[in-house]
């Protein structure tokens, strides 16, 4: 379980607008070798301190700069899979509005398929959220975006650890199974228990045209 701080004061953005360079040349550097071997690999926003145990989202002009990165590292991918002459997934999972989330994802070979059970699929027409991104309009019309759901999962035998534990109140574990977005029985050789979905956001799933 994730929570979203919105009133931490983050200081020193010259800094941090440094790290999302330092992070793309990191991150574009895809070792082909690495991903032959295990044939899947991502690439997550790890920035600190936005990316860490309790997250937070960066404000909207420091996504759209982020944003911007990720394509780039993305394109810079997709070439390298093209060279690789074989089908292959790759995409841009970005979330809203938990952003902070998002990665880019690539498979090929006996994981081609891996991801694709990853979200459900959100049933309603929506308009990808371009206003958030103004500045980068026209590269994100060069992808296709399918919309998704990001869920939060909680297990019945965790909650009510927590409740002993003490990190979770009554009323927090009945808002948890009110809100539930559904509701699975599973069943193993310890017995039955619930399994709770929480609709967190979306994911937006992007494809280059």
């Given amino acids: 379980m994730f929570y979203y701080s919105k009133k ?4 020193g953005w010259k800094r941090h607008k440094r790290k999302i360079e330092r992070w793309k040349l990191n991150a574009i550097n895809l070792d082909m070798d690495l991903l032959r071997d295990y044939q899947r690999e991502y690439e997550k926003l790890w920035i600190h301190p936005f990316y860490a145990w309790v997250r ?13 990165a990720m394509i780039e590292v993305y394109l810079d991918w997709h070439q390298k899979m093209i060279d690789e002459n074989e089908e292959f997934y790759l995409k841009i999972w970005l979330y809203d ?3 902070i989330n998002s990665q880019i994802v690539v498979a090929y070979r006996d994981c081609l398929d891996f991801y694709n059970k990853t979200f459900k699929i959100r049933g309603e027409n929506k308009e990808f959220p371009f206003y ?10 060069q992808f296709q975006w399918d919309l998704h759901i990001e869920l939060d999962y909680y297990d019945e035998n965790d909650l009510n650890e927590s409740l002993e534990e003490g990190s979770l109140t009554e009323k927090e574990v009945s808002k948890i199974k009110e809100k539930a977005y559904e509701t699975i029985k599973f069943e193993n050789e ?9 609709d967190e956001g979306d994911v937006w799933i992007g494809t280059l045209k």
Avoid at 8 to 11: A, L, W
Avoid at 132 to 141: C, G, I, Q, T, V
């Fill in 8 to 11: 931490k004061k983050i200081r």
């Fill in 97 to 99: 509005p938990n952003f």
């Fill in 190 to 198: 310890f017995g039955s228990f619930l399994q709770y979905s929480l």
């Fill in 56 to 68: 937070i989202n960066p404000p909207n002009w420091y996504n759209r700069l982020l944003l911007d």
């Fill in 132 to 141: 958030k991104y103004h500045s980068l309009r026209d590269k994100l019309e």
